[in-house]
């Protein structure tokens, strides 16, 4: 069974969907893992988001992340990580297809609800950057 990291950003847990975006996974047969409601501190969101250090867009990114709680899930199933990424939609939501989690609740490229991971590789280094093995059930 494939899986793949989930974070409810923190313009949707503001927003009070957090419910609404978990039952989008659970009704498209992913399975929820492992979640948690965390507050990120901006070395965490720093880390998390390395890989985006030299785009111009970094500095906002991460004030974004650490503007409110996330929640952080551990989603599990066949195909679990594009399954979530279709689920997603664009990361621009005005170019996200009708239906996905990102046309339905986000308002702007950095506020855009959710992230998942991109890559199989990813998903595994993402999933033990937030939880232990033993949290994974
Ligand atoms: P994702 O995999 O669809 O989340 O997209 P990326 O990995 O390319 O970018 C990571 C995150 O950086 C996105 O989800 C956005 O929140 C943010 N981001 C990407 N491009 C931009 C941009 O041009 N401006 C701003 N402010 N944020 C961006």
Redesign the pocket.
């Known amino acids: 069974m494939e899986q793949t990291l989930s974070i409810i950003?923190p313009d949707a847990v503001a927003k009070n969907v957090v419910g609404k975006i978990l039952d989008r996974f659970e009704t498209a047969g992913l399975r929820i893992a492992a979640t948690k409601k965390i507050q990120l501190s901006r070395a965490e969101a720093e880390a998390f988001?390395a890989?985006?250090a030299q785009?111009?867009?970094f500095g906002?990114?991460v004030e974004?992340?650490i503007s409110g709680p996330v929640v952080v899930s551990v989603l599990e199933g066949e195909n679990a990580m594009t399954k979530n990424?279709d689920l997603?939609g664009?990361?621009?939501p005005k170019e996200a297809e009708a239906g996905t989690i990102?046309a339905d609740f986000a308002e702007?490229?950095?506020?855009?609800a959710?992230?998942?991971s991109?890559s199989l590789e990813n998903a595994s280094i993402e999933i033990n950057f937030f939880f232990a093995q033993k949290d994974i059930c």
């Open positions: 950003k988001y890989v985006h785009r111009p867009f906002e990114l974004f992340m990424r997603m664009a990361t621009n990102r702007s490229i950095d506020a855009n959710v992230h998942g991109d």
